[in-house]
């Protein structure tokens, strides 16, 4: 799977399994003049769907190298990072997410998550704000939020038969035609922005043994939830990015969570033109507003 220049493979355990994370750990990014042992961290966690990875955040992290601590996780059952064979629960991602976060950091840290996982991520930082520094975070969204019960639509539904999900993620998701059609028809606003290193990367992580089950779970909906019952909690200081064009969670899911809670989430970006993950569509705009978002969360 593809891995940025200079950057490094590692892996902490959590009760689930092995967790592989991305790092910088030589040239260009750094050297005996400007190592750093103190440097602030960001964490930057990947969402979900078939075959994602840290490969989604690889355009957006290595910008920040020089200057912070990176470290972007593959998540447990994604990418090169173990892959239980159960069904996972929205518990076994917020304990995780807290475990690789402790096992890693030191101080609070800054994170950068999309879609799902960064609203798992608030729940994390609303039962352990003491973790976080500010959040920023790419569509944000559980999935079934304001009262939609995304378990109940006719896809989720379908891959919720036995024998039959299986089927479908063999000759439907981990494909190379399959995932190619997902991010040019869904994923992605415009299609002429997918090439081929993207499909690549993503149909490496979809055919890794056992890849199904994550996967799955997600389709089925077992680890949406309604995130507009617990934003009020949110304390950390927050940005939200949201693409336009975003085909499952429309921007007006985002407002709605930023009226909520004004104090907390004190910026909300929408991108025209832009579907799901802004950070492989957009990556250099994206890094500039993350850059933007720093220093105004930081403040």
């Known amino acids: 799977m593809f891995q ?6 590692r892996s902490i355990n959590t009760s689930l399994g092995k967790i592989t994370y991305y790092t910088a750990a030589g040239s260009p990014w750094q050297d005996k003049i400007t ?65 690789f976060i402790e096992q890693t950091c030191t101080e609070p840290v ?9 609203a798992f991520t608030i729940r994390v930082a609303i039962a352990h704000p003491n973790l976080f520094k500010s959040l920023i975070l790419t569509t944000p969204s559980g999935l079934s939020d304001f009262g939609e019960d995304y378990s109940r639509s006719f896809f989720a539904q379908l891959v919720s038969v036995p024998i039959v999900d299986r089927l479908l993620y063999s000759t439907g998701i981990a494909t ?26 993503y149909l490496q992580s979809a055919q890794q043994p056992n890849a199904e089950y994550a996967a799955l779970s997600f389709v089925r909906g ?22 336009q064009k975003s085909q ?27 579907g799901l993950t ?10 500039g507003l993350i850059r933007r978002f720093l220093a105004l969360l930081n403040q």
């Open 4 to 9: 940025p220049l200079g950057f490094e493979q």
């Open 35 to 99: 190592a750093k042992p103190d440097r602030e961290t960001l964490v930057f966690l990947h969402g979900f769907g078939g075959g994602s990875s840290a490969y989604e955040w690889s355009k957006v992290y290595p910008a920040f190298a020089a200057e912070y601590r990176v470290i972007a996780p593959d998540l447990i059952g994604w990418g090169r990072s173990e892959h239980p064979a159960r069904n996972y629960q929205i518990e076994d991602y917020l304990t995780t997410i807290r475990d």
């Open 110 to 118: 800054t994170v950068i998550a999309s879609s799902l996982t960064a």
């Open 176 to 201: 190379e035609g399959g995932i190619r059609s997902f991010l040019e028809q869904r994923q992605f606003a415009q299609s002429n922005r997918v090439y081929q290193e993207i499909v690549d990367a």
């Open 222 to 243: 077992d680890l949406c939830f309604d995130l507009s019952l617990y934003i009020q909690q949110l304390i950390t200081p927050t940005a939200i990015i949201w693409g």
């Open 248 to 274: 499952f969670t429309g921007p007006e899911i985002g407002r709605r969570f930023a009226e909520i809670n004004p104090q907390t989430i004190r910026f909300f970006q929408q991108l025209e033109g832009v």
């Open 278 to 287: 802004p950070q492989l569509e957009l990556p250099a705009v994206t890094i």
